[in-house]
């Protein structure tokens, strides 16, 4: 990787300790870092393409700053 990450588990914090005037029983849930540049946003992707349970050869693009793309093939998921 090229730098540390700062955490590679998902946070799950009280908005109210961030200062957002929300519920006060609100929550953020940050998704966590999976490689130095594979992000959050495309782990969430993964989850909601249900990338984990797809039982054929898939391929998930998150076109954005980066460009991340993740293979699931044969029950492997590669990610870069």
């Given at each position: 990787?090229?730098?540390?990450?700062?955490?590679?588990?998902?946070?799950?914090?009280?908005?109210?300790?961030?200062?957002i005037?929300?519920?006060?029983?609100?929550?953020?849930?940050?998704?966590?870092?999976?490689?130095?540049?594979?992000?959050?946003?495309?782990?969430?992707?993964m989850?909601?393409?249900?990338m984990?349970?797809?039982?054929?050869?898939?391929?998930?693009?998150?076109?954005?700053?980066?460009?991340?793309?993740?293979?699931?093939?044969?029950?492997?998921?590669?990610?870069?």
């Amino acid at each position: 990787m090229p730098f540390a990450q700062v955490f590679d588990a998902p946070l799950n914090i009280p908005a109210a300790t961030l200062g957002i005037a929300a519920n006060p029983g609100a929550g953020i849930f940050v998704f966590p870092q999976i490689g130095g540049f594979v992000g959050g946003d495309t782990v969430a992707g993964m989850l909601a393409a249900s990338m984990d349970d797809f039982g054929e050869t898939s391929l998930l693009i998150d076109i954005g700053t980066i460009g991340e793309i993740v293979l699931n093939y044969d029950g492997l998921i590669l990610a870069t």
